[in-house]
Nanobody, 123 residues
């Protein structure tokens, strides 16, 4: 079993900052990547940022320069520092874990989603 514990969401005024955290635990052999996605009601979930085990990062164009993703490998935790927040950043933010799990046949790739944390940016 894998668990993801997300924290850090909330209500902030435009221009403000929030820091999201996502801690993984459980039956994890290794982590390939951790990332953040977001979803607005009635719309598809969209990619925001991710970071690989080698610390390569990718960002949605609209958050580049404002959001920074980082990870603590020892704690199996990923962070998303969100600065200069805009009302259009309002969404439920989901953590995604890409990892390898133990199976009878050896390690196998899998992914797991957190339950989401609400971020609301008021104008």
């Amino acid at each position: 079993q894998v668990q993801l514990v997300e924290s850090g969401g909330g209500l902030v005024q435009a221009g403000g900052s929030l820091r999201l955290s996502c801690a993984a635990s459980g039956s994890i052999v290794s982590i390939d990547a951790m990332g953040w996605y977001r979803q607005v009601p009635g719309e598809q979930r969209e990619f925001v940022a991710d970071i690989t085990s080698g610390s390569s990062t990718r960002y949605l164009d609209s958050v580049k320069g404002r959001f920074t993703i980082s990870r603590d490998n020892a704690k199996k935790t990923v962070y998303l520092q969100m600065n200069s927040l805009k009302p259009e950043d309002t969404a439920v933010y989901y953590c995604k874990l890409e990892y390898r799990k133990r199976t009878t046949y050896g390690p196998e790739s899998s992914d797991y989603w957190g339950q989401g944390t609400q971020v609301t940016v008021s104008s």
